[in-house]
């Protein structure tokens, strides 16, 4: 199978479960909106080795948002639902509580959800009032520099982690720009975030390593500078390698995201093939097969 | 005192002291070496909610750089040397190895470090190398699309903490606009970081709550929205009121980020006066009293 | 009337017609769409000096994009249809052409067009090919670094101009946050730009002067500055005032970007009238009352 | 000749006159000082279509600017010192004395100058007047948003355009974020520009045509998609091909900012060599010789 000359490989991106929080962080302006939500999701991009998986979802235009004001839909992952309320609450209290004219809503329909706002309103020391913009109950805490106001309950549902897929391109620089112009793609569908610095992941994994203390190494068959010294899985035309790793709100955001993504880095000149990174579906309970998606 | 006719108040701020480590993250872009250094940089406004503080100090052009490419300069503080010393650890290796064409430099002389590059680069596998960049000793990992470079050791040193100021202003925009700047100019000095959202703090607090279970509140007495609620402490004519926090590598770089900060604000239209949080002195070691510095 | 506590003064803007082009750039990324987008679109903040009246209108994802790459729609609009169309060709020719990898694509379904592609590609040197794009007949011409893509025809129809509102606020930042809020507000709705810098007009102005050789000179009684001086139009608790100015590709357009700015400009604290330009109606055929938009 | 393995061409870049013009804007922020140097040195790739050749020398931080305020200095050029002197109030007219904050101010020692403050002054209708801004002559002209100030005079000189390298690379996408490295390292020059639309430019021409209405057109031996049709000045193994244009104060600045280019590029993984394009000595005075940079 092929889409612009590109090659799209016979296998399938292997996913699992992760618990998701999608919130709303709108401010007086986009530049500002911006600043406190990539601050709330930074230090974020894999739970292995950052207290969250997290990211921007999508930007939202006053026209569309909550209050009216321009904001950023952003996503906050964890596979436990204790460590998740508790990001939140970090998140959202350290990196947003105290940026300039931020707010916080909760942007996700769930039947569970955390008390966020309901525990922060304490900051408000007596002071906090309650407010009700447009059908949504939120804490108006006074702040040094105005009003924080921050929604009652934050919503959290069953999604899906490990969406991915590789670009493989005749140049490094090819893949990289092609990851970018996949990420691009991914932001206009709503409900996945791609967690990773830029939205991609310059360093795939294997399990197990020769050394004993490393449960996890380099993938040195994936690796474009390593191709003459092992035995490379990469084709020989293919010079550069970048994955794209999805979270998403469930299963179909995440196909959505793969086939909006691929399609865009399939627009790059020099990109080759797409593959996708799996574990011989033992350990995600999603399998989503490339080929399928379009 | 008067600075383009706003007022420095007699007062000082109060720090204290913090370890911290500095680093230079490159890449093949500038474009690209902010996106990793945002990521390594995120969630890290406060160490009282936060698992580290940290934030770009400054653009390094590739003509002053370690290795020819574009990088930015970034600081990651705590109080606790082992904590440092693992947020290091993880932020490099979650956020930067996993970033495309990213390499970690230590950019602090220092009497002590962490063996951040040592460690990290067992994720070779093997395929590991050594490589001498500029004078630099650097482990060379091979990863998925390319080789991340990464310093033997990472220095970190006592630095000092909370220096900060209040920017105090006719409006809240005003004061917003105005720490803005502050930031901008803070930029211009090496060896300090503005850890919070855009440089700013839109919510100072005090020690305490009428809720028992609060060990800190809202500083009712300089909101700005409860001036006819409370006996406040700001000025009449004063509507809007944000903070500038900074951490530095040695009192005298917090100094001058400060004083840079200070006239950058002054020169805003609106700005009304310049104050500066303290505990009386009780708390830190270090008293920056705002008028010395000019 | 008021909108959030903001008084929309009963008056009206009154707009003229202008003709108008709306074209899509793409390129393989929005990092490198938008450097080609912002370069075209440079230097046309108004026909009074400048070659054209030009800005970008919004953001296309690549989903939605003629060539599935993300681009940006732009406006470039001329009293002139001669000037118009050159207008189109100098742009296109040197500033897009000559950008990474960026392609120009017609955006207005219109009865008349300029043949702007079927000259440009004679720069192809006989080298040149056509290529239909999803329905859309592209001129391929090879330069240096790729193809350059370029369609046929660029239509241009009958728009309108001068669409504005002013932003009175308590301080000059106010003013300026709120602008910055409303312009963020108008890049929802397609079909229309605001060609100032940054999408606002700091200098309103008057017809004639105290000069006989100036024709236009600035309006003392809406400056900010001058309500000592003069016998000035703003309310006595303003002290910002910012001009947003919109061109449209009608005047439906024009309303919508209006009634989405002032929505969001009311949403910035310390904002607090509304007010709009007109020239008693004696000018411009299109007047479009502040408080009918409501 | 090689710097880190890319063969450094034995040729040099041709150059001719052009004057020029230095000057500074700044604004309240960073942000709102890039938004008005952006819109005033747009439109502006090349003379040869524009009517101007513009763009942004480097970043001005509040402390060293000559207001305190950050900015940008940027350069204006032209053939002709009467049109040079036309664009600079025109751009300056248009583009800044309109955006929000901004101030202009002469950035280049010279011994001739334009009066654009002088004349610029009169739109103040007689409410201007006159400010000293640390030793600077400025024109304090009020606005509907605050006070413009514009300096009395704008120098101007002889300087050097057409300074230039090409990087070719493995494939497009190398080129092209070599020629970013390079433009990312070149902004740490003092006194250059590289006017096209993100600094590099895709389109290489040369003189004549087939089609004898055309002066220039498309250098096919250059282009990478026309490498088996024509015969081909590219090495067999180059797939992409970017050009650096500069403009500069001087010939000592051109030369810089090629050596700091070329270097940068020589950074980025699949660059293969570096070219300079010349018309055999014929055209331009200056003849650069790449190899002699270093």
Not at 121 to 148: Q, Y
Not at 174 to 182: G, K, L, P, R, Y
Not at 255 to 282: D, L
Request: proline share 4%; hydrophobic share 40%.
């Amino acid at each position: 199978m092929e889409i612009n000359g590109v090659k799209i490989q016979d296998t399938f991106a292997e996913g699992f479960g992760i618990k998701v929080s999608r919130l709303i962080i709108t401010a007086a302006t986009k530049h500002l909106a911006k600043i406190a939500a990539t601050e709330a999701t930074g230090f974020a991009t894999s739970v292995i080795g950052c207290p969250a998986e997290a990211g921007i979802d999508q930007y939202i235009p006053p026209t569309e948002s909550p209050d009216g004001r321009p904001g950023y839909a952003i996503m906050i992952c964890h596979m436990a639902k204790k460590a998740l309320g508790e990001q939140i609450m970090d998140r959202i209290g350290q990196c947003v509580l105290t940026a300039p004219t931020a707010a916080a809503f909760n942007a996700l329909e769930s039947e569970e959800s955390f008390p966020t706002g309901k525990q922060l309103k304490f900051f408000g020391d007596g002071f906090e009032t309650e407010k009700d913009v447009n059908g949504k109950k939120m804490h108006v805490i006074p702040i040094m520099s105005g009003d924080f106001l921050v929604e009652d309950e934050m919503g959290w549902k069953d999604g899906v982690a490990g969406g991915n897929f590789f670009i493989m391109g005749d140049s490094q620089m090819t893949s990289i720009v092609a990851a970018e112009a996949a990420v691009d793609a991914i932001h206009a569908i709503p409900g996945v975030i791609t967690p990773f610095s830029g939205g991609m992941v310059a360093s795939g994994s294997k399990t197990g390593s020769k050394y004993s203390f490393m449960s996890a190494s380099t993938n040195e068959k994936e690796c474009v500078t390593l191709k003459d010294q092992v035995e490379t899985e990469l084709p020989e035309n293919v010079f550069g390698n970048m994955e794209i790793v999805i979270d998403g709100v469930d299963e179909e955001s995440v196909k959505a995201a793969m086939k909006a993504g691929i399609e865009a880095a399939c627009q790059v000149p020099g990109v080759i093939e797409i593959g996708a990174g799996n574990y011989g579906g033992s350990l995600g309970p999603y399998q989503i097969h490339l080929q399928e998606l379009f």
